[in-house]
């Protein structure tokens, strides 16, 4: 599975927008790029996806570069809530290994 | 709806003992995984089930490890004996088959997690 490379930390002020790197230099035309966040004490949740386009939904919006080898997830205010561990996941034909790395740990500061 | 239910959310055991975690996921989703996260190694897949049947075990560490799917509602992960390098918070997930084409297109939803404690 292709890997991906991100921050190990990041820091960022309350209704601050955040932008998440994540680097996957080796992804294949299959593979979509996936997002999951970990708060603090509990189990990993679903952020936002996309294969080429940006993406937007309530969360959050993905932006994928024209090469597709980088992505940035994108939180347009930040709030306490979303201090968390953010995972970049490559996901294609080998359906359900999400493979997690180490993730961004993003500190939201008051 | 409810959302992924594990059980014991918190089990501290001694070492040589049995340990059950248990799942029910969505009702509806056709694939079922169980996860493993440590400090050390991160969030590891042990194994994934489609509609009830095992389809990749390789993530489990060792045949003290076992995950049975008798229906589509209920799922365990068992250690026998269990030894205290098994601590972790172990997380079940599961997952519609909305896209049978594009496998990366599918989302998973994750319990609260098992912490277990070997001691």
């Known amino acids: 599975d292709a890997k991906t490379t991100q921050p190990n930390s990041m820091e960022s002020n309350e209704e601050e927008p955040v932008h998440l790197p994540c680097n996957h230099s080796t992804i294949s035309g299959t593979d979509y790029i996936h997002w999951y966040r970990q708060l603090p004490s509990q189990g990993p949740e679903y952020v936002i996806h996309g294969l080429t386009s940006n993406v937007n939904n309530r969360m959050a919006s993905l932006a994928i570069a024209e090469d597709r080898k980088s992505s940035t997830l994108i939180l347009h205010r930040a709030t306490l809530r979303d201090a968390a561990v953010y995972y970049c996941?490559?996901?294609?034909?080998?359906?359900?290994?999400?493979?997690f790395g180490q993730g961004t740990i993003l500190t939201v500061h008051p | 709806d409810a959302g992924v239910i594990q059980s014991p959310r918190h089990e501290v055991t001694e070492m040589g003992q049995e340990v059950t975690l248990r799942c029910k996921p969505i009702s509806g989703h056709d694939y079922l995984f169980w996860y493993r996260q440590t400090m050390m190694r991160g969030l590891e897949l042990l194994i994934y089930?489609?509609?009830?049947?095992?389809?990749?075990d390789s993530g489990m560490p060792e045949d003290r490890f076992s995950a049975k799917m008798p229906n589509a509602s209920f799922s365990t992960l068992k250690i026998q004996p269990s030894e205290p390098r098994d601590s972790a918070v172990y997380f079940c997930a599961s997952s519609p088959l909305r896209d049978r084409v594009n496998h990366g297109a599918n989302v998973l939803t994750f319990g609260a997690g098992s912490r277990l404690t070997v001691l």
């Open positions: 996941i490559l996901l294609g034909t080998s359906y359900g290994k999400l493979t």
């Open positions: 089930f489609n509609n009830n049947v095992p389809i990749d």
